[in-house]
């Protein structure tokens, strides 16, 4: 039996902070490796513990949560942690700040149960958690304020299929729909996503998206 996933909680209103543990701890796959109530304690925690996702709130005292996150995961990171947030729908512009600081993944607050565990097991393997119907809304509310870099068009290293993916999750479009929309199979639109990840360096879809973004591969 391989080890438990080990997950540190973190969230400043401590009644939430105990549904979250005891939801976690009730897993035979799950394990809680510590809990905390503000991003300063989850930073040094996580220095600690090393687990391997942090559930992590964004409005949180001494650092808030995106602060946190990027202290853990952002880039120049010697040894970055999988942060899962979770937040709520009236907070959209802290959770595009959060995923652009590292995040590999959001949930809501108000998510059932079934889907933070999920969320949690999804972010361990490293893969991105990023609703496509949520995507649309970040993206598209937040696209102007990522700044386009002088890249062309012709300079990104992608086949033409492979930039036709990427502008398709740039969109907000899951797997399903990408090879529904290009009359391919899941694993190949699988296939492809693991190739540009790999071409351009980014570590997951949220990177790909800022990325498409930033180099004016759609609107």
């Avoid at 009644?15 to 543990?21: A, P, Y």
């Avoid at 989850?42 to 409005?59: C, F, I, N, S």
């Avoid at 740039?170 to 190739?195: H, P």
Wanted: charged content about 25%; aromatic content about 4%.
């Amino acid at each position: 039996m391989s080890a438990p996933i080990r997950v540190l909680i973190c969230d400043d209103q401590a009644m939430i902070r105990t549904g979250l543990v005891t939801i976690v701890d009730a897993q035979p796959d799950l394990e809680v490796a510590g809990e905390c109530g503000d991003g300063g304690a989850a930073v040094e925690l996580a220095g600690k513990l090393r687990p391997d996702v942090v559930v992590m709130d964004v409005r949180m005292p001494v650092l808030d949560g995106i602060e946190a996150t990027r202290r853990l995961a952002g880039s120049g990171v010697d040894l970055p942690v999988k942060v899962l947030v979770v937040t709520t729908f009236n907070l959209d512009e802290y959770v595009y700040e959060a995923l652009r600081a590292g995040a590999s993944g959001f949930l809501l607050k108000d998510a059932p149960p079934s889907q933070l565990l999920h969320g949690i097991r999804t972010v361990a393997t490293g893969a991105a958690l990023l609703d496509p119907e949520v995507t649309r809304r970040l993206v598209g509310r937040f696209a102007a304020r990522i700044r386009p870099s002088s890249t062309e068009p012709g300079d990104v290293p992608l086949t033409p299929r492979e930039l036709e993916v990427l502008r398709l999750i740039a969109n907000g479009l899951s797997n399903g729909e990408i090879a529904a929309t290009l009359v391919i199979s899941q694993e190949t639109v699988k296939t492809f996503v693991s190739r540009i990840l790999t071409k351009l360096d980014l570590r997951d879809r949220v990177q790909a998206v800022v990325y498409a973004y930033r180099n004016s591969l759609v609107d």
